[in-house]
């Protein structure tokens, strides 16, 4: 059984987790009241991805010395400053500043935050619970980014900003009261966390994480003009599917992190081989609406599921030192994530069609597959 320290951890990934995407829903709003474009006020999520790769790794080695739990309440206060200073600020350039400030906390909250929930979990259940604990991010992207832009469209955009704060005073508090001391976890050192970080086996955990949500991402960034133009969605109806696929990726990651607790890489390689043949059916399906809704309902559930045993396995490719590479694997799920929607931006840009985006994000997946597969061949 989980404890009530599972569900702190969830609400700060949730919290922290919203940060990310917040300002997509806003864009018009926020360019607007700061005189830029909206490509420019797009750019707030790209920055937010930079302090985010590279923040992580470094407050994990600034924090390394310091107990996990005081660490975990000072990330989640970054947080709340940092969205509290996005709501007010008074220029763009004091927007993006405050969005690279509130991002270092980011990938290190998460990074940590595995540590602990692989720590605190029953003996077997390390994987199930970072499902749980990433359950929260997903339900951020699904649930609370489309809440903070209904918010948005009811005041102004900075009042979603400032819900976000308050949200992880909560969170702050759930951690506090709920997450034990964890004096019994090991001291981590830095030059054992980076010698781990750097060996073979972690840099291939690495790539395989890159690339393998590289190729869920290829695909799921375009996934609305998809359904719009070649389903024939009407907007309203895709915002539902995006919901229902929402609901899909949770029970993906649950499922794929009770599968990976059992067998850690044969998951990840069946999550990834099943991916690329629902993005091939998907590809064929489009312009077929039920069966296109059907797919893409099965593919959210299949390739979401890979996000747990991608985290165990940047972490127990690490031995015992393996902080540094939980909190870089962060940084590798972000890199997939601009990758992926990067190659299906060129799939459309060089005029291939949105049906070929489906099978770049295939072609993706089978590579992070053959990857998994020299892993296994070489832990053999």
């Given at each position: ?8 951890l ?7 987790g919203m ?10 709003d926020?360019?607007?009241d700061l ?7 797009g750019?707030l ?9 590279f ?6 080695a600034?924090?390394?010395?310091l107990?996990?739990k005081?660490t975990?309440l000072m ?5 709340v400053?940092g969205?509290?200073?996005c709501a ?15 991002a ?20 077997g259940q390390g994987?199930?619970?970072l499902?749980?604990?990433?359950t929260?991010?997903?339900l951020a992207n699904v ?20 819900a976000?704060?308050?949200c ?7 951690i ?17 966390e980076?010698q781990a970080?750097?060996s ?8 395989i ?12 960034t ?7 133009d ?14 229902a696929?929402?609901?899909a ?11 990976a ?13 099943g ?9 064929w399906?489009m312009?077929?609406?039920?069966p ?6 099965i593919w ?12 165990t ?10 902080l540094?590479a ?7 799920f ?10 299906g931006?060129?799939?459309i840009?060089f ?15 089978i590579l ?13």
């Amino acid at each position: 059984m989980m404890g009530l320290w599972m569900i702190a951890l969830a609400a700060g990934a949730f919290c922290i987790g919203m940060t990310e995407f917040l300002p997509m829903g806003l864009l018009p709003d926020i360019a607007h009241d700061l005189d830029v474009s909206i490509p420019a006020a797009g750019n707030l999520v790209t920055v937010y991805a930079l302090g985010v790769a590279f923040g992580g790794p470094l407050i994990v080695a600034l924090t390394i010395g310091l107990p996990r739990k005081a660490t975990l309440l000072m990330l989640m206060a970054i947080s709340v400053l940092g969205n509290a200073l996005c709501a007010m600020s008074p220029t763009y350039s004091a927007l993006a500043a405050a969005r690279i400030f509130t991002a270092i906390s980011h990938g290190s909250f998460f990074g940590i935050g595995a540590v602990v929930a692989f720590y605190l979990a029953p003996a077997g259940q390390g994987s199930r619970a970072l499902a749980l604990m990433f359950t929260g991010l997903t339900l951020a992207n699904v649930l609370g980014v489309p809440l903070g832009t209904f918010l948005g469209q009811l005041t102004n955009w900075r009042m979603p900003f400032f819900a976000v704060s308050i949200c992880g005073l909560f969170a702050m508090l759930a951690i506090w009261r709920y997450i034990p001391n964890l004096n019994g976890m090991a001291k981590s050192d830095i030059r054992s966390e980076m010698q781990a970080m750097m060996s073979k086996e972690v840099l291939l955990a690495l790539a395989i994480t890159a690339i393998g949500f590289g190729g869920v991402f290829t695909l799921f960034t375009y996934i609305t003009p998809i359904l719009e133009d070649e389903s024939g969605l009407a907007p309203h109806m895709v915002s539902l599917v995006l919901v229902a696929m929402g609901i899909a990726a949770t029970i993906g990651l649950n499922i794929g992190g009770k599968l990976a607790d059992m067998k850690l890489l044969p998951t990840i390689v069946g999550s990834l081989f099943g991916m690329a043949i629902l993005s091939v059916l998907f590809a064929w399906a489009m312009p077929y609406t039920i069966p296109a809704l059907a797919i893409a309902f099965i593919w959210g559930l299949v390739s979401f599921a890979v996000g747990p045993g991608l985290q165990t396995n940047a972490m127990e490719s690490a031995g015992d030192a393996p902080l540094m590479a939980s909190t870089v694997n962060q940084s590798a799920f972000n890199l997939g994530n601009a990758g992926g929607a990067f190659l299906g931006g060129a799939v459309i840009h060089f005029g291939f069609g949105l049906p070929n985006v489906a099978i770049a994000s295939a072609i993706v997946a089978i590579l992070g597959c053959v990857l998994t597969l020299y892993s296994m061949y070489r832990k053999k």
